[in-house]
Every structure is written in structure tokens, then in C-alpha cells.
């Protein structure tokens, strides 16, 4: 039975430092849902609310002008997530 729950995240550059300031948001799922968005701390975390899980999610990550889309599974187990901008 699907759950809905808060996904932590984080986003790191190529070396792996954290990125702050990007702004993280939901833009496509198969299951309906209203807007979702977050933006990184300093750490480069973020939290995505309410998200169904199981689920697969398109993201998009826009961090000084580049913007990055992905597309990610989560399971309910999933606590953690991170992106490579």
C-alpha cells in the first residue's frame, strides 16, 4: 500500500562538495500530486514532502542558471537520495 512521506536529499557538485542554494522541484510522477519544491542548505540538503511512495519522480535541479532533470525511483525504505549537478 503506497505511503506518503518526506524525502531528504542531497545535492553535490562533481567533486562532491555540497551545493547551496538549488532550488529542487517535483515536475512529473505518475501519481497526482500538487507542486512540490525545496531549495538546498548549506550542506545541500533538502526535503521533498508528501511524496508517495513507492514512486517514480522527474526532478529538476536549477542551480545558477544550469538546470538538471532526473528521473528517480523511490522505494519506502528510501530515506536518502542524492543528485550530481
Avoid: C
Avoid at 511512495?53 to 535541479?61: H, R
Avoid at 545558477?64 to 532533470?69: A, D, H, L, P, V
Amino acid at each position: 500500500m503506497p505511503v506518503k512521506k518526506s524525502v531528504k536529499g542531497i545535492v553535490h557538485d562533481q567533486g562532491g562538495n555540497p551545493v547551496a542554494d538549488a532550488i529542487v522541484m517535483v515536475t512529473g510522477s505518475a501519481h497526482p500530486m500538487q507542486d512540490i519544491a525545496s531549495s538546498s542548505d548549506d550542506q545541500g540538503q533538502f526535503y521533498l514532502d508528501n511524496l508517495e511512495l513507492p514512486g517514480s519522480y522527474t526532478i529538476q535541479i536549477n542551480h545558477e542558471g544550469k538546470i538538471i532533470t532526473k528521473t528517480i525511483s523511490l522505494q519506502q525504505t528510501d530515506s536518502v537520495f542524492t543528485i550530481q549537478l
